[in-house]
């Protein structure tokens, strides 16, 4: 399943709601943005321009618009803010060139001394980047004030780069009337902080105002290789590849040049709070420097608020086609192989691989990754390995020292004084694409999977114990070997399983659902999926009636309601995704087939996905899965370790499989100790109305034999006891059920559905008041 379907679905119906899908969050903004060079000149101008006072660090400024927000001098407030907005990126600019100048020149001298004896090189560079920086600050300082890179106090630095300002500010502009630059400034604000509730109310209430056109509203703090992106999309989309080509590789370089800096700003002070020794000192910095670096790309990777973890990728899967179709087939092989590094099982991608290599014009030395992309990669695993040890040896030690008894003024001292090395690693420490599923260590992910014996007994139907009227109990932990885990049957009787299997015929769009991947599992399989949005508005244009969405609405809801009882949860379980699928054998045909599919950046899709597909024979004597061997919360490594965190669906609590359909051949559920060993006392086999739940972690890895024959269809449902986390779909469908049945469907003739729906979903939602209304007293 895609993460980007999942997260994308909350982040709009987010938006939607408090937005009502009129902010079009335009980055094209030009009005924070800092040249990469500044001369003496140039920043003496935008000193004077800004009023800086030479003699006032940017801790003061600050304070002075605070107090000009607190005195009501609106005018002031705005000078003072925007000030300290621009001079913050002015001083954080400046910090970053002298970091970046100062590494390259020391890297380019000769040592003191030729031979490197015990790593003096390391420590003869730091020396000479020291010096060099001293002399580069100093520089700034004679044009800008002995105070301007006087370093910020900790807590106004975080409120700068939290974007505080703007939460300021925009009332400022509301009270002199300027009420599109108050939509902008607290725009600005939401795409950092997206839940804020009192802001959104704020930006609904401008939006409102006169004079305000949302499809200006703009992020003042956009990242810079946006822009270049979307003419790249658009130069794609209008098939001008030799333009969206320059374009994208424009964009890559900008984001990795963004990324870059981030990561030199990074490299600052650090209060450690004791007093350590020598390398246990540069070991400390180096931890929470190293913790800073990991962020950047979270940082680069929002969008309007939007989270996209792949945009990286993305350059290459749209480079790999742009340069197909300009006849570049090394270069396109080689940005396949640059895609492969980030997401290595991709199905697509590795066909499109052996494609391009198929090809007499291509040699085996031009499929080789981009040096950029290769050099990513590899620092991205060494980090994250890195991290690791870091918080497990030091955990370790911590949990040992524990245990010594101390004398109580070094048991105080070392409790109060927590150091970063022993810090448990944290949601700011984004983990992104662990070792696991780097094809650097792990490009045998599919292959070496043991076949999977034809023995092992199906879960019959053994004395049951009845839990209400229809539903019955069939297996409990003690049959199926682990704990928080079931089988029952009798959710659905094979009327109901007929109409869902007609619901998905009718509705299920091939590939995964939200990134066209037409077989993202096995490519002996098609894959077919339907979201609870997408059925929600074919209801609303009238293309299916309301009784199949109420049934899936209802039928789902029995299910979380059975896994909350049967667990005996103390705390309400939610749906936080709904998924009907279909996975098919394919028959034994060889086709090639291009896919298009183009979708709006700013809507928080993956914008496209285009890929060369093959799908082969599918044999007989199958070893591959319908579904690997994973866990829903956590990601699972080589060595059998499930790391919780991102990029994992850390929010799902429970999980559970409703069946529509047995009849077809293979695709047993199974869970597994391991990625190979399989427990075939502990196969689940589809039927009508069964399901099998169990807790999402990683005591509970399962996966899905392969389909040798037919079509097999089923309920997928993710639950949580994070509220936050809710299908936000659900309530957008509840809502536009009940319209429809107040006023009938929308009557508009030829509406169309397209494949990427939730754009045309939200603006409908957005415009419809009666749909508003439902919402707003959706409880």
Not at 225 to 241: D, G, H, I, W
Not at 293 to 309: A, D, H, M, P
Not at 607 to 634: E, K, M
Not at 692 to 720: D, I, M, P, Q, Y
Request: with cysteine.
């Amino acid at each position: 399943m895609s993460r980007d379907g999942e997260v994308a679905t909350t982040m709009r119906i987010v938006a939607l709601l408090f937005l009502f899908g009129t902010i079009a969050g335009s980055n094209d903004t030009l009005y924070n943005e800092i040249p990469t060079t500044e001369s003496a000149d140039d920043l003496e101008e935008k000193v004077n321009e800004h009023g800086f006072a030479k003699n006032k660090t940017l801790h003061e400024i600050f304070n002075d618009a605070v107090h000009a927000y607190l005195e009501e001098d609106w005018d002031r407030c705005i000078n003072d803010f925007n000030a300290v907005s621009h001079g913050y990126n002015v001083y954080k600019r400046r910090m970053i060139n002298c970091r970046q100048k100062c590494r390259a020149s020391a890297a380019g001298t000769a040592p003191i001394f030729p031979e490197n004896i015990e790593d003096l090189h390391f420590y003869e560079k730091k020396v000479k980047e020291t010096l060099c920086l001293l002399m580069c600050n100093q520089e700034y300082r004679e044009i800008a004030g002995s105070k301007a890179l006087k370093m910020l106090p900790r807590d106004t630095e975080h409120k700068l780069m939290d974007l505080v300002p703007y939460e300021y500010v925009h009332i400022c502009y509301y009270q002199k009337e300027r009420y599109q630059d108050a939509a902008n400034a607290i725009f600005t604000y939401l795409v950092r902080h997206p839940e804020h509730e009192a802001s959104t109310a704020t930006l609904k209430n401008y939006l409102t105002l006169p004079g305000v056109e949302p499809e200006n509203v703009v992020n003042l703090e956009g990242a810079p290789y946006v822009s270049m992106y979307l003419r790249a999309v658009s130069a794609y989309e209008n098939e001008n590849y030799a333009e969206a080509a320059s374009l994208f590789e424009a964009s890559l370089r900008s984001y990795l040049d963004s990324e870059e800096e981030c990561r030199f700003y990074c490299e600052g002070p650090f209060d450690q709070g004791w007093l350590p020794e020598f390398t246990s000192s540069i070991a400390n910095h180096f931890a929470h420097c190293l913790k800073c670096k990991r962020s950047c790309s979270t940082l680069l990777n929002n969008v309007n608020g939007n989270y996209q973890k792949d945009i990286l990728w993305t350059h290459y899967d749209y480079l790999q086609f742009s340069y197909y179709k300009l006849g570049n087939l090394k270069a396109a092989c080689a940005n396949v192989e640059s895609f492969l590094l980030f997401n290595p099982i991709d199905e697509s991608m590795l066909q499109n691989k052996k494609y391009y290599r198929a090809q007499p014009k291509v040699k085996e030395e031009d499929c080789v990754p981009r040096q950029e992309a290769l050099s990513y990669a590899k620092r991205q695993e060494y980090e994250f390995n890195l991290l690791r040890y870091i918080s497990n040896e030091f955990s370790a030690i911590d949990a040992k020292l524990a245990k010594m008894k101390k004398k109580k003024s070094e048991t105080k001292s070392g409790k109060s004084k927590e150091k970063e090395l022993g810090k448990k690693l944290s949601s700011e420490a984004t983990l992104y694409t662990p070792p696991g599923h780097s094809s650097l260590s792990h490009t045998q992910l599919v292959k070496n999977l043991s076949m999977i014996r034809d023995e092992g007994h199906e879960i019959r139907d053994v004395p049951r114990r009845k839990v209400n009227v229809d539903i019955y109990l069939v297996a409990e932990e003690k049959e199926l070997g682990e704990k928080n885990r079931y089988v029952a049957d009798g959710f659905l009787n094979s009327t109901e399983c007929g109409l869902l299997m007609e619901l998905a015929s009718m509705t299920a769009v091939e590939g995964d659902g939200y990134s066209e991947f037409k077989s993202p599992h096995s490519k002996y399989e098609r894959f077919e999926g339907i979201t609870i949005g997408r059925i929600a508005l074919m209801v609303y244009v009238g293309q299916i009636e309301t009784e199949r969405l109420q049934q899936l609405l209802e039928k789902t809801e029995e299910a979380r309601s059975h896994v909350e009882r049967y667990f005996g949860l103390d705390r309400p379980l939610y749906i936080t995704y709904t998924h009907l699928v279909c996975r098919t054998a394919l028959p034994g045909n060889f086709h090639l087939m291009h896919q298009r599919a183009s979708g709006s950046f700013r809507s928080c899709n993956r914008v496209a996905s285009i890929y060369l597909v093959r799908h082969v024979d599918s044999p007989t004597d199958r070893n591959d899965l319908s579904h690997l061997v994973h866990a829903d919360n956590c990601i699972l490594m080589d060595k059998g370790t499930c790391i919780r965190e991102s990029p994992a669906y850390v929010w799902r609590d429970y999980s559970a499989i409703l069946y529509l359909n047995n009849d077809f051949q293979g695709g047993e559920f199974f869970f597994a100790k391991d990625r190979t060993k399989r427990e075939l006392d502990n196969l689940v086999f589809p039927r009508c109305g069964r399901m099998v739940a169990f807790s999402a972690g990683e005591e509970n890895l399962h996966g899905v034999r392969s389909v040798l024959r037919g079509k097999r269809c089923a309920l997928a449902l993710w639950f949580t006891q994070n509220e936050t986390h809710m299908e936000y779909e659900r309530i957008l469908a509840q809502a536009i059920l009940k319209r429809v049945r107040s006023v009938g469907p929308l009557r508009e003739k030829g509406v169309q559905v397209p494949l990427r729906y939730e754009d045309v979903l939200f603006q409908y939602a957005s415009n419809d008041e009666l749909i508003r209304h439902f919402l707003g007293n959706a409880s």
